[in-house]
């Protein structure tokens, strides 16, 4: 068996949120995404999220879900999952072009496919409650989303893939960081990630998990996690997440959120090394031209060829486009000092 | 838009012709541009003239994204003499246009009179411009007294033994020379900065 057959290739999306139409192929081991603002980055971050989810119809629901939630933290901090809030937020998530509930398109087709799993689905409102039908494996399902069933999905009776995981701005919470940890110490990681937090600030002596809270030891006292800075919260967010997705793949929004430019040396030699090593295939998004030239040096560095770089910008009929970078072209377009974060 | 070249010196170049033409107001740009955006080093002539070279691919998938609108190639016709099939005038223009044939991207090419502004090569042309042509006379005389030349022509003497000798070259971007070229530079960076 090929062992990289997980690793998605390529994709085509149809009909998803700003994706009209698009295609973008040859995806690495490592992809970092780069664009302008709002061009559709975490979009397409997303959409690879719900197509990875696409093998189990529970799990593709509840990914559609997490996706919501994350968008939004009103609503994942008031878990306001009333019908007419959950409408809403599909009109967040899938391609609405018209501005009311009334108006909806009932026949809008949203289609993902990438080399791995092919889903479309379709969304019916119906008064009584919201209906949606959707195709995964060439098999058509048909579900009303009951109140009763997205209670299951916010309390988490139904779990989306174990190692696709989701690496939000927000960070992760407690009870994932709780379960992922136990990856850590199963595979005596813990020291590596103790010694990775005092390289971004040295006066972080520990992590660990005390009656059921993610705390760190710093200056001779425990502290909760969510006291540390942006930096320190999202570093531990990658590593647990990236050992947690062995065979899988990783996703992460904004992964330069929190760090000094100094550190994404160390960031990248840890992500591309972890990813070789564990077998995840690892997609990020990006602003920062500081991050996107670290990425290069530290490819180069290491000589891992796996990577890609992938720019969104738009064409002149403002339709979204995607330029990838192999290794090759990256480490020259970055040699030559050009502009790669969209156009 | 991209102006390719041969080599970094020749980026060079154009990146101080370009902050000339900035700082004179003969452009329209923003004030923190990074002309090094605009321009593709393909690694000396022959790559220059090579369709298969990997950078025309990526050079390609931009044009087909609408990331590039406009090209300009810039690359020395070299001297007949040195007896490579792509040196002197004419065996440089119908390299050339042997490879926007192969190459074949849908974009418009403007083959204008001035096609060729540069006899010989690019360093030639720049030496010939810089500030003190007396000083550049007695030059050109030392080196023909040292028949360097007959040796090796395209290895551009002149220029490499100048450069060696003022780091910073004294262009004399006003010089009448130069104007075809700038000509071409503002037609490059007309309305649009992106593309």
Known sequence: MDKQEHFVKNIEIKNFKCFDDFKAEGFGRVNLIGGKNNVGKSTLLEALYINLNSKNEKRFLNAIFKISKNRDNFFALNNLFSQENIFKFYKILFTIKSTSIKNYKKNDINYISTNNFSINFEFIEEFTGLKINYQIDNKESNENIAISLLKDIFKRRIKTEDNILFVKPIGLDNEYINEFYENIQKLDKEDELN????????????????????????????????????????????????????????????????????????????????????????????????????????????????????????????????????????????????????? | MVIIVEGKDDRNFFVALLNDLKNNNEIDVQDNINFDNYIEVMGGKSKLLDSNHTKYKKLKLKIDNDNIQKILFIFDCDFKEDDKNCNGMENSEKCFDNLIKKLNWNIKIDKSNNLHIFDKNLDYFLIETINDKECYNDFDNLIKCLEVESIKPNKKPIANLYRDLYPYPKFDFKDDKFQPLKQKLKNLFKKETNG
């Open chain 1, 195 to 343: 010694q990775s937090l005092a390289i971004l600030d040295n006066s972080i002596k520990k992590f660990k998990i005390m009656n059921q809270e993610p705390v760190i030891l710093q200056n001779n006292e425990y502290l909760l996690v969510t006291q540390l800075g942006d930096g320190a919260k999202q570093l531990i967010n990658i590593f647990i997440s990236i050992y947690s997705s062995k065979n899988g793949v990783l996703l992460i929004d904004e992964i330069d959120n929190g760090f000094h430019y100094t550190f994404f040396d160390k960031l990248w030699k840890i992500i591309l090394t972890i990813s070789k090593e564990q077998n995840v295939q690892v997609f990020a998004t990006t602003h920062s031209k500081e991050c996107i030239e670290s990425y290069a040096r530290v490819s180069k560095k290491l000589e891992d060829e796996e990577i890609t770089f992938i720019e969104l910008g738009k064409n002149k009929k403002d339709e979204l486009k995607a330029m990838i970078y192999s290794y090759e072209w990256l480490i020259d377009e970055i040699e030559q000092n050009h502009e790669v974060r969209g156009w």
